[in-house]
């Protein structure tokens, strides 16, 4: 069974490390081993999570499965998007599940949890930023209705990526 349990700044560090291993996960057969751990000292330090813990416009959430800490998710509303996209947009701006559970609905679990916080804060949209190349995470986008509206430079390192902007109606 799938629980969803909110994150609190106690639990930092189990999030600082769930973040780099699905991270390094995803990304590193793809990247310059420099580059990737310049962007995981970057993105994911104590200091920078405990910040965005304690973001009252962010929220952070654990997927367990059987008691085991599964992936995780990140969302976020108003000035902290990582876009002006505006009042009425949430933004779903960390999606990761660990390898040993993909395929297990671990992955869906969270983005209903992503979906449910937009509505709970009245949000007409959802939208993300996936890696152009993430071929796996681009078609769990578009099966769940997004299309892509735009794109971003997102920096791994100093390597400039692209990220397709990809965007969901909630509501008219």
């Not at 639990?11 to 780099?20: A, G, Q």
Request: net charge negative; aromatic share 12%.
């Amino acid at each position: 069974m799938i629980t969803i349990k909110a994150c609190t700044i106690e639990d930092v560090d189990t999030l600082r490390d769930i973040s780099i291993e699905t991270f390094t996960e995803t990304f590193e057969a793809d990247n310059d081993p420099a580059h990737l751990a310049a962007y995981l000292e970057r993105a994911y330090n104590v200091p920078q999570l405990r910040a965005e813990l304690a973001n009252p416009d962010s929220t952070f959430f654990f997927a367990m499965l059987e008691g085991e800490l599964a992936g995780y998710m990140k969302g976020n509303a108003n000035n902290a998007q990582t876009e002006a996209m505006g009042e009425g947009a949430f933004e779903l701006e960390r999606i990761y599940v660990r390898r040993a559970f993909q395929g297990s609905g671990v992955g869906k679990a969270l983005y209903d949890q992503a979906i449910q916080r937009a509505n709970e804060l009245d949000k007409r949209e959802i939208w993300l930023g996936v890696w152009e190349h993430n071929e796996k995470a681009l078609a769990f986008y578009k099966r769940h209705g997004f299309v892509q509206t735009g794109s971003h430079t997102f920096y791994m390192g100093d390597d400039a990526q692209t990220d397709l902007i990809m965007a969901k109606p909630l509501r008219p």
